[in-house]
């Protein structure tokens, strides 16, 4: 049994419920305790920071003291949001970082009774502990339907692989963590270029015009791609390219109707889990379409740009990166379309 | 020290003009040694603007002659720079040279300190140490041995083959050691050199011709150095040579093996990637020596048993199956390494594309893209062969100047950047981008050529490219690259379509140095290359005498910088083998035998092989002519059985007894 | 703070004021961890980075020149610091390890301090956002959106009605917000926090 202290973050309760509870059915299918940190509060996300920087590093860290007095057998605190878990994560580095920092910090957690010491906790991102703690060889065995004939867009984003304090992750740009998940799952995975670029952030809410170009960029990328969904890994991503897209479609004249769904959904289609406990349904651009191809053979679309010819000048080698378990990731190749 | 007789000491410190005079109270100093230090024999103490002009020698000499004083103490700068020159001053005067020590108030005072205070009382504390010390200082006499005068030279690049030609031609023999199956090194790959744009292979074949052909030079490729031990004068070195499979003295190298060999692989290290070559090859058409290899790991017959195409056709029998490795001795009196450079892995900007996007190419990839006899033929095409570029955009500093990655400038990329871009132009008509951070050509003609490729029409945007994708973002992007960067003189971000991406990749350290470095007992710094004796004034030379080092394995260089440097070597060596014969410094261990226990654990511990086991008296011995006095067995010999002269243990405990002195 | 140390301007310069040479270091020491600011080497990694530089007064190299040059008040109303995304690519990509986007936080701060920001837009927002955690310990989605909506962009609702209709009919979207049952500890620190600056 993996053990994990596990900080939901406000979205897993509202916006991203969907992430939530395709999370519990696949936790309980790979044998992961998850012990909520209890009482947490909001980390924040990328607001606090902006008004007032010793409150906003002492809200997170009341997080982390909590949660460092929970330690029983793992220091591991597990996050599924890519906003929370930069917070925790930048906050646990930049107090050792800055020892200034910490102090005031700790100052201000003493008014609650309460005390964190640095480099206590281990933050992690909830994909980085199914990749590198539980691997991709048990989540593979434990695929009952695997999503054969599903062309998939996945999209990392931002705060997950960067900036990347202690190294977890096998590139800053260009990591294939999501990607190898994906395709375990049976799913064709496409080489998408803009895995990490970002969706907009809260610029969705304050600037609105930038946020739709960034919407943009990555809905129309994946449909160039022909990509039935993309999937996310932060509630965020998920809220700014679903909720936002029919806006953006607005703002622009497209006509775009790409689902976004979270990668635990599909996990949790592909061990066997009904669509509904799989948390589909939730999204506001219809998974529908693209969950009618799983299980049935449909011919694979053709690319949408021609792919290269194999005569010509040879490539240099493309070295995979090595992710930070140090584990090969699966030898079969990835679909790539160019 | 005799019984009961304290040596006359002198003590003077060194202003150092305000190097010393600025953190360290000199004054004080010196009026402490003469009141403090008068119970421990210091007879005279004197402080002086510049200890080691010629009037502050002269002050040393007068006062050895008029007070008769039997040891000098300098408290000066670090004894790599004025050791000798106080020592010959006091054997001027008739002072055996080791009875006058340096101490360093400047190197370990005055440059890493800024509190005044505390700056002088450290510089009194180290005084104090080596007054205690020198007392038990013996006159010594320096040992001299003759030297080999045969050069080993290790890498056959430009930089080696220069120094390798230098030393021969002066009537001196040279084993030239190289682990490709040819000389040439990197120029070998290049198309043009800059700024004169001369063809990089009809400027270097003739020199390796020469070399191949010199009746002073040994070549020996595909073959590389295992083992180095002795010391300056008399280097024994182990050559491990590579099984070529082809019988050197009978081949003709006429070629037909490669022209018959049925496999093909590609040629990741002459063509960078970009061409395929055959199992049984020469790298290229101009190859010295002439002889081929077989590429073992990827010959059929050697794999699957069968095949032996190369044996059947050719016409002197010169195909050997069973050649094997073989190991060769030779004894050098001095040695060169001009062990070159790795290209930077350009796959790790991955924000760059390498690897992933076809067409970025590194700098190495379009040299070979370039050269009229590279896969192409010298057309500059996309990774389809075929396609002419409209637009090229040419990356500088990709991998250098940047934390993430190598720190320092590799100092070619821009004029290399600037040649490529003339190249592209010039046989293309493409429109070409460069992107720089700053623009660095400061050598001769380097900065007329800049304001060539200027004229020429070439665009250049000042700022460092963020990405380079294949994501489309509007429809005259389809199919393109896009090159993500800010024109930082316009203030503006710019999104640039170009067909083509040219990296300036920069240079790094070989993969192996730090080994390379151990095998021949010369140091790396934190960035990886050869650490130089001084990086000014001896920048040839290494800590370990008798070892050389030129071109890039100190650091980026262009080509007449790293030829510069292989003559420069080969004129220290001519220097060396010229004297006849070397003086050893007389720092040597001895082991007191009726304390050894016999345990030979010195035995295995010594660099330089000097320590031998006597079996009939269980006891090991040190052999002076091999001991290089490093200390070592010192350290180690669990019965302290072991001694150094210079470094004696009432020595070391008296300067400690100085050190610990209250100020 | 040290003394305020300035120099003296080149004649026709452009600027009426003295350069305020302190301005650099006041904002790397405001800024968490250790921000490297002063190794700027004005590359233009972070500009030609930016997924928002398009609709940024400066780029972040630019103002990174003009916070060395001391320009204050052009800083402190620049929008750009307020453009910023948070994707982090510049930080990863910067060849000198400068800490820009905790660089932006704090100009963010020091505008909202010195009320000089341009628009109020975003501030609001932030403002919005922390005074629900600061009450519920907890971000309240549909307290924030209507508060900030109708107070900054009233002509968004109709548009965004069918999204937030559908927000609150799959649940996505929760009518009363949550609260955390230690409230007043969290306020305790907080407002010992809030006497609290980091200086060096």
């Not at chain 3, 109020?120 to 549909?142: H, W």
Request: hydrophobic letters at 40%.
């Amino acid at each position: 049994m993996n053990k994990y202290i596990y900080y939901p973050g406000c979205s897993m309760e509202g916006s991203a419920r969907a992430y939530a509870e395709s999370l519990s059915q696949v936790a309980k299918i790979l044998d992961m305790e998850l012990a909520t940190v209890r009482d947490w509060n909001c980390c924040g996300a990328t607001e606090y920071l902006s008004i007032n920087l010793i409150p906003a590093y002492s809200l997170i860290a009341r997080n982390l003291a909590i949660a460092a007095g929970q330690v029983n057998g793992t220091n591991e605190l597990m996050a599924p949001c890519s906003a929370c878990y930069l917070n925790l994560e930048k906050a646990d580095y930049y107090m050792a970082e800055r020892p200034a920092l910490g102090e005031k910090v700790n100052e201000a957690l003493a008014a609650g009774g309460l005390h964190y010491k640095p480099g206590s906790l281990q933050i992690r991102h909830l994909v980085d502990v199914l990749v590198n703690d539980i691997g991709l060889d048990v989540i593979k065995s434990k695929v009952v339907r695997p999503l054969t004939g599903l062309r998939i867009a996945p999209y990392l984003g931002c705060m997950v692989p960067r900036p990347d304090y202690q190294h977890r992750w096998s590139d800053h740009e260009y990591p294939l963590e999501l990607d190898d998940l994906m395709h375990v799952l049976g799913a064709e995975v496409i080489d998408f270029p803009l895995k990490t670029d970002c969706c907009g952030g809260h610029m969705s809410q304050i600037a609105p015009e930038t946020a739709y170009e960034l919407i943009r960029r990555l809905v129309s990328e994946a449909d160039e791609y022909q990509a039935d969904l993309m999937v996310t890994v932060c509630p965020m991503c998920q809220m700014n390219l679903d909720a936002y897209q029919g806006e953006a479609n607005r703002f622009f004249g497209t006509k775009y109707q790409m689902p976004i769904v979270f990668f635990t959904q599909l996990m949790a289609l592909a061990f066997g889990i009904d669509a509904k406990s799989a948390g589909f349904g939730l999204e506001l651009v219809s998974a529908k379409k693209a969950l009618a191809r799983i299980g049935v053979e449909a011919p694979a679309p053709e690319p949408a740009s021609p792919r290269r010819k194999p005569d010509g000048l040879p490539m240099p080698p493309h070295r995979r990166k090595k992710y930070a378990s140090g584990r090969e990731a699966s030898d079969e190749k990835i679909a790539v379309a160019e | 020290m005799i019984e009961n007789h304290k040596p006359k000491i002198g003590v003077y410190v060194c202003h150092c003009g305000s190097n010393i005079a600025g953190t360290v109270n000199v004054d004080d100093v010196r009026k402490w040694a003469q009141e403090k230090l008068g119970p421990e024999g210091v007879v005279i103490a004197r402080d002086y603007k510049f200890m080691c002009s010629s009037l502050g020698q002269e002050l040393i000499e007068k006062d050895i002659k008029e007070l008769g004083l039997e040891r000098v103490v300098v408290a000066a700068c670090s004894p790599h720079l004025h050791e000798k020159t106080f020592r010959t001053a006091a054997e001027k005067a008739g002072l055996n040279p080791y009875l006058t020590e340096l101490v360093s108030i400047r190197e370990q005072v005055s440059w890493v300190h800024t509190d005044k205070a505390i700056a002088t009382e450290k510089a009194k504390s180290l005084v104090s140490g080596t007054v205690q010390r020198i007392a038990y200082n013996t006159p010594l006499e320096k040992q001299k041995v003759p030297i080999n005068a045969n050069t080993l030279v290790v890498g056959g690049g430009i930089a080696g083959i220069q120094a390798a030609l230098e030393i021969a031609n002066a009537g001196f023999h040279v084993y030239l050691v190289e682990r490709e199956p040819s000389i040439g090194g990197h120029m070998a790959q290049f198309d043009k050199t800059f700024p004169t744009l001369d063809c990089s292979a009809c400027i270097l074949t003739p020199r390796m011709v020469e070399a191949g052909t010199h009746p002073n030079i040994t070549l020996m490729t595909w073959s590389e150095v295992t083992n180095v031990s002795g010391f300056v004068g008399n280097f024994d070195v182990r050559i491990l040579k590579k099984a070529r499979y082809v019988n050197e003295d009978v081949c003709t190298g006429c070629g037909i093996c490669t022209e018959k060999c049925p496999k093909k692989v590609i040629d990741t290290h002459y063509e960078a990637g970009l061409g395929y070559r055959k199992v049984v090859y020469t790298p290229f058409a101009q190859a010295v020596p002439r002889f081929p290899v077989i590429d073992r790991p990827n010959c059929t017959f050697f794999q699957k048993g069968t095949c032996k195409a190369c044996e059947k056709f050719c016409p002197t029998n010169a195909i050997d199956f069973k050649q094997e490795d073989e190991f060769i001795n030779i004894t050098v009196g001095n040695i060169i390494l001009a062990t070159g450079y790795d290209l930077f892995d350009a796959g790790r900007v991955t924000n760059y594309g390498y690897g992933r996007l076809p067409n970025v190419f590194s700098s190495i990839e379009f040299e070979r893209l370039s050269n009229s006899a590279g896969p192409t033929g010298g057309e500059i095409t996309l990774r389809d062969g075929k396609t002419k570029p409209e637009t090229v955009g040419i990356i500088h500093c990709v991998g250098s100047r940047d934390k993430n990655f190598n720190n320092y400038c590799s100092s070619i990329c821009c004029m290399q950047s600037l040649k490529f871009a003339h190249i592209v132009r010039e046989r293309t008509g493409a429109d070409v981008y460069e992107f720089y951070i700053d623009m660095r050509t400061p050598m001769k003609a380097y900065d007329e050529f800049y304001q060539r490729v200027l004229d020429e029409g070439t665009l250049f945007v000042r700022g460092k490219v963020a990405e380079v994708t294949n994501a489309a973002r509007y429809p005259h992007e389809k199919g393109k690259l896009i090159i993500h960067v800010e024109d930082t003189l316009v203030g503006k971000q710019r999104r640039i379509p170009v067909d083509m991406v040219i990296l300036s990749n920069g240079m790094e350290p070989r993969h192996d140095a730090k080994q390379t470095g151990q095998t021949f007992g010369i140091s790396c710094s934190s960035d990886g290359w050869y650490i130089e004796r001084h990086p000014k004034l001896d920048p040839v030379s290494t800590m370990t005498e008798g070892i050389y080092i030129a071109g890039c394995a100190t650091g980026p260089k262009d080509i007449p910088a790293s030829v510069a440097q292989g003559a420069a070597a080969a004129a220290r060596v001519l220097d060396k083998i010229l004297q006849k014969e070397v003086e050893m410094e007389p720092i040597r261990a001895s082991v007191i035998e009726e304390n050894c226990s016999g345990c030979r654990i010195c035995n295995s511990m010594c660099p330089f092989n000097a320590i031998a086991f006597i079996g009939d008296l269980k006891v090991s011995r040190v052999n002076p002519a091999l001991c290089q006095g490093c200390g070592t067995c010192v350290a180690a010999c669990p019965a302290g059985a072991i001694t150094g002269t210079g470094f004696s243990n009432e020595q070391i405990f008296a300067q400690i007894d100085g050190l610990l002195m209250t100020v | 703070m040290a003394q305020t140390k300035t120099a003296s301007l080149t004649k026709g310069a452009g600027f009426k004021k003295q350069e305020d040479l302190t301005l650099l270091n006041e904002v790397s020491s405001a800024t968490a961890g250790v921000s490297h600011l002063e190794m700027c080497i004005q590359c233009g990694t972070c500009g030609g980075s930016c997924p928002s530089a398009a609709d940024m007064d400066h780029t972040p190299r630019a103002l990174f020149a003009m916070l060395r040059a001391g320009m204050r008040d052009e800083v402190l109303h620049s929008n750009t610091p307020w453009m910023c995304v948070s994707c982090y690519h510049c930080v990863v990509r910067c060849p000198q390890e400068v800490h820009i986007a905790d660089v932006m936080y704090t100009l963010k701060s020091m505008a909202i301090k010195a009320h000089q920001y341009k628009d109020n837009t975003a501030p609001d927002f932030s403002q919005t956002f922390v005074d629900n955690i600061e009450a519920f310990g907890r971000s309240y989605e549909l307290g924030l959106a209507g508060r900030f909506y109708l107070q900054h962009q009233p002509l968004r609702l109709p548009g965004m009605a069918g999204m937030g209709w559908g927000m609150l009919s799959s649940r996505r979207m929760n009518i009363l917000p949550s609260r955390i049952e230690q409230i007043d500890q969290l306020k305790a620190i907080l407002t010992k926090a809030k006497t609290l600056e980091l200086t060096s």
